[in-house]
């Protein structure tokens, strides 16, 4: 059976590009990048092109990069080296309802230590309005989390008002910026962002390795002890294939882009009109245009979303109720509660997510599969 893979949220299979460019990194040039030798600084080399092309991706400084083993890393970096940091000045941090997991378990895990935690609320179709940030600021806050475009339901955020605001405070900003990175285009200044967190295996690169952006002069305090690389601010040896595959990975993103935006915001587009249009009791999720290009996400009156997702692996589909980390708990999505949803409802939820290798006879495949799947289930 032709496997067919919608949940590109989840990850992206790497593309072959990325695996050529890595490969010699395992071999001939295997080096530890802070050995003296020849070995090293070849390695060396090759981490600090890396880290320059992706510093030229998102308008930034070279030296205001940070690679690290993922985003997940990189936001609990953020968030407690921050809150640390900066707990002389003030102990309150304002973050959004809809964060991913590696944000607000950081979060939870300062508000037991006595930082004072206000959590901003999204309206129905998942935007935070940055005027409840702005009400919520005071004296003691230190730092602003908001991300730039949901996991679930791909709704992007005005980060760029969030950032003025920020900065009109002097208050620090960190942005996770998983779900936008290689798929629209991304630009520190633009958004205002001090700290901004990515993640390779989410832009067809490879698993285990991100980046943290720190803007010049912010203060980063490492996470990870034990060693001085990354300038003192990540110990352990440095992933230089890692680096090497995320670094072509952006650039075939920057290459492809505004074709793939093109292309997936069509599919999308499809799949919405058509999954509203041939099955009852459907409520589509998110923001009709504040929406990565790629996302489409529903709930079904009266069908269990994992049931569905069984039903559709069966007939060779991959697809999601949500976040991973939320698909398999008992608990409903945190995100789908924030915009409003009954339990019934978020427990009822398909998120497809489309990318690179997604063809329109998959898309076809997939519409034709859906209406009898829910329907067999609704009995
Ligand atoms: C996937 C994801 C993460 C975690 O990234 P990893 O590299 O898998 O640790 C963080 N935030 C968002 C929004 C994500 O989608």
Redesign the pocket.
């Known amino acids: 059976m032709h496997r067919i893979y919608l949940d590109y ?1 989840a990850t992206t299979p790497a593309d072959p590009e990325v695996i050529k460019a890595m490969e010699s990194y395992f071999f001939e040039k295997f080096g530890n990048a802070t050995s003296p030798h020849t070995f090293g600084r070849e390695a060396s080399k090759a981490l600090e092109n890396a880290r320059e092309t992706l510093a030229h991706f998102l308008g930034a400084k070279s030296e205001e990069i940070i690679f690290t083993s ?4 990189s ?1 609990n970096q953020a968030i407690i080296g921050l809150a640390y940091h900066l707990k002389g000045k003030g102990n309150h941090i304002i973050v959004s309802k809809i964060e ?1 997991h ?1 944000v607000l378990e950081p979060i939870e895990f300062l508000a037991k230590q006595g930082f004072k935690i206000t959590y901003i609320n999204v309206d129905k179709t998942g935007l935070v309005d940055p005027h409840d940030i702005k009400k919520a600021i005071i004296n003691q806050t230190i730092l602003i989390s908001v ?1 730039y475009a949901n ?1 679930e339901i791909g709704a992007i955020q005005p980060v760029a008002e969030i950032g003025k605001i920020a900065k009109e405070r002097k208050i620090l900003f960190h942005v ?1 910026a ?2 936008m990175t290689g798929h629209l285009p991304v630009n520190v200044n633009e958004i205002g962002a001090d700290v901004l ?1 990515l ?1 390779a ?2 832009f067809y690169g490879p698993k285990g390795v ?1 980046a943290l952006y720190v803007r010049k002069g912010t203060p980063v305090d490492s996470y990870l002890m034990g060693g001085d690389q990354e300038k003192g601010r990540r110990a352990s040896t440095q992933n230089v294939a890692g680096a090497v595959g995320l670094a072509q990975a952006i650039e075939l993103c920057r290459e492809k882009m505004s074709q793939e935006i093109e292309v997936q915001t069509k599919l999308r587009n499809k799949i919405i009109n058509e999954v509203t249009k041939r099955i009852d009791g459907v409520t589509f999720n998110g923001h009709p245009t504040k929406r990565l290009p790629n996302n489409a996400h529903f709930s079904f009156d009266k069908v269990q979303g994992e049931t569905l997702l069984t039903s559709l692996d069966m007939m060779g589909i991959a697809a999601s109720m949500g976040s991973a980390c939320t698909s398999g708990a008992m608990e409903p999505s945190h995100v789908l509660r924030a915009i409003g949803l009954s339990d019934d409802l978020a427990f009822g939820s398909l998120r497809i997510t489309i990318g690179r290798w997604t063809t329109s006879e998959e898309v076809d495949y997939f519409l034709e599969q859906l209406p009898g799947i829910v329907k067999r289930l609704r009995i």
Do not use: L, R
């Not at 993922?70 to 890393?73: D, H, I, K, P």
């Open positions: 949220a993922g985003a997940t890393e936001n991913h590696s991300m996991n996770d998983v779900q967190s993640s295996h989410k991100g």
